[in-house]
């Protein structure tokens, strides 16, 4: 698969090189769209084969995505979201049992 892929970015090399400046961004935009275009478990499954890509080349200039940022901030959220609703939870007990105490005093001004 990476034998592959360096075969591929070979030819892309040689495509963008033998490019104008604009044809580069027309070129950037049509990919960009594409993958806008495809489902995201393709995108990440892409993204988790460069991570390998990376690896593999030992490049040290590029830089590999961290998928676990998301699903740590989905983590966080959902730990607020419990504790919000602990929250709620309690301060609707506590109204329930909060009743006034009225005196006999009070209660004969009824």
């Not at 990919?31 to 806008?36: A, S």
């Not at 489902?39 to 890509?53: G, Q, R």
């Not at 983590?75 to 504790?83: A, M």
Request: glycine share 2%.
């Amino acid at each position: 698969m990476i034998r592959a892929f360096n075969k591929h970015y070979r030819k892309a090399i040689d495509l963008v090189e033998s490019c104008s400046t604009s044809e580069k961004m027309e070129l950037g935009e049509k990919v960009i769209e594409w993958f806008r275009d495809l489902p995201e478990e393709y995108v990440i499954s892409l993204a988790m084969f460069f991570n390998e890509v990376i690896d593999d080349l030992g490049d040290d200039s590029l830089e590999k995505i961290n998928l676990r940022i998301k699903q740590k901030k989905k983590e966080k959220e959902k730990e607020k979201e419990e504790e919000e609703e602990e929250e709620e939870e309690d301060d609707l007990e506590d109204d329930e049992f909060e009743e006034e105490d009225y005196g006999d005093e009070d209660k004969e001004d009824y």
